[in-house]
């Protein structure tokens, strides 16, 4: 596609549940990145691939979250047992990872509510 | 990456000049300062990059500071559609790294008819 994508729009789960999220970036990016941005708040870094390379997984917030990307694509954000803070838009993004200082290109977001 | 400080809030009238500041005072020699903008309900979108010139592109102008520690974003004739929260990042753009971008509250503009 032209741009990223994410899915599901949206998704309403109950606390304790685990839900997976998921982001097609810009074909030909191999930088790809997960952020969240909580109601009212700026965004937070979560985790980063780029290529081959070992995800930069600094910004996750506990151990309840994973990420994977398969095939240098694809990625699979993973939230296990879930809690209601866990709420928040949860945004991917995505580059080329050929230059420095490059746009990233953001997706529309998955909107996660936790009841 | 240094801190940036944006007014939570600004009008502008449609058709008018939108000058959005942003002051980076600590900001290093190495590191840019980014804005990008969020309209409700969608992801954010990149405007606009500069280290030390002045930038213009096909959306806005960004006048930085001979020091460096303050910027303003120009949007040269602000439009309905310009209504969006707009971020000023000051971030590393050079060395190893993620490049990961962090956003503050930024600033609401609203454009009114």
């Known amino acids: 596609g032209a741009g990223v994508s994410q899915s599901p729009s949206n998704k309403v789960t109950e606390k304790g549940k685990d839900v997976e999220l998921r982001c097609d970036p810009i074909?030909?990016?191999?930088?790809l990145y997960w952020y969240r941005q909580s109601l009212g708040q700026g965004l937070e870094f979560l985790i980063y691939?780029?290529?081959?390379?070992?995800?930069?997984k600094s910004g996750l917030p506990s151990d309840r979250f994973s990420a994977e990307r398969t095939g240098g694509s694809v990625s699979t954000l993973t939230i296990q047992r879930t809690q209601q803070e866990d709420s928040a838009v949860y945004l991917c993004?995505?580059?080329?990872?050929?230059?420095?200082?490059?746009?990233?290109?953001f997706g529309p977001g998955t909107r996660l509510l936790v009841l | 990456d240094a801190k940036t400080t944006q007014p939570p809030s600004m009008d502008c009238a449609e058709g008018r000049a939108a000058n959005l500041p942003c002051n980076h005072s600590?900001?290093?020699?190495?590191?840019?300062v980014y804005w990008y903008r969020q309209i409700h309900s969608q992801g954010p979108q990149y405007i606009i990059h500069?280290?030390?010139n002045n930038e213009t592109n096909e959306m806005a102008s960004l006048i930085i500071t001979e020091d460096r520690k303050s910027s303003t974003l120009i949007l040269p004739h602000a439009t309905l559609r310009d209504t969006a929260v707009y971020y000023c990042?000051?971030?590393?753009?050079?060395?190893?790294?993620?490049?990961?971008?962090?956003f503050g509250k930024g600033t609401k503009l609203s454009v009114i008819p």
């Open positions: 691939f780029q290529g081959n390379s070992a995800p930069d």
């Open positions: 993004a995505s580059r080329t990872g050929l230059q420095i200082r490059e746009t990233q290109y």
């Open positions: 074909s030909g990016h191999t930088a």
């Open positions: 500069g280290l030390k």
């Open positions: 600590t900001i290093s020699g190495n590191e840019y």
């Open positions: 990042i000051a971030a590393a753009g050079s060395g190893a790294g993620s490049y990961q971008l962090t």
